[in-house]
């Protein structure tokens, strides 16, 4: 059992660096994974598949084929309702399929989870879907509750959204 799990952390954290310049968030996800793959070894083959299925949502997400990204985190979901940033990635991709509730459900899952690796995305990505379907008042407040100083990655997307939508009057 020991030697069979430490194969397949290997086999992770080799899949951990190939993605980690792409996209580093995700290689935080995976690393809490992995860590809670260790912690809890009965639930390391459930945790494993989830991982698989996220990974490939990721890569699916990435190459713009969102209907099938949005197919594998539900999978993921599924598999591991308490998955790190399932909630969030799902969420994410559902905005740029063009499903602002979803999308804004998702998001909310995410904010009511014990899960805050992506708080200051969720206001962006809140933010964006409430624009889209003209909740101005909604996008603003979204806006507002976003701290530009901690995720300087999203800060001037936010702060033209900001200025796009005049949330300053």
Do not use: W
């Not at 598999?79 to 459900?105: C, H």
């Not at 962006?124 to 701290?147: F, I, T």
């Not at 936010?158 to 300053?168: I, K, P, W």
């Amino acid at each position: 059992m020991k030697m069979h799990l430490f194969g397949r952390l290997v086999r992770i954290t080799t899949q951990v660096a190939s993605y980690a310049k792409r996209n580093p968030f995700l290689a935080v996800v995976i690393l809490l994974v992995l860590g809670a793959s260790v912690r809890v070894g009965y639930r390391a083959y459930s945790i494993d598949r989830a991982l698989s299925y996220f990974l490939s949502a990721g890569s699916l997400e990435t190459s713009g084929r969102y209907q099938e990204a949005i197919a594998l985190y539900e999978r993921t979901m599924r598999t591991d309702p308490e998955f790190p940033g399932i909630n969030y990635s799902l969420g994410r991709v559902l905005l740029k399929n063009g499903d602002y509730q979803e999308a804004i459900r998702a998001i909310e899952r995410s904010r009511a989870s014990k899960d805050t690796l992506f708080r200051i995305q969720q206001c962006l990505v809140l933010a964006k879907c409430y624009s889209a379907l003209g909740q101005v008042p909604e996008a603003c407040a979204e806006l507002r509750r976003y701290d530009p100083n901690v995720a300087s990655k999203y800060a001037g997307e936010a702060s033209q959204l900001y200025r796009q939508l005049n949330c300053g009057k």
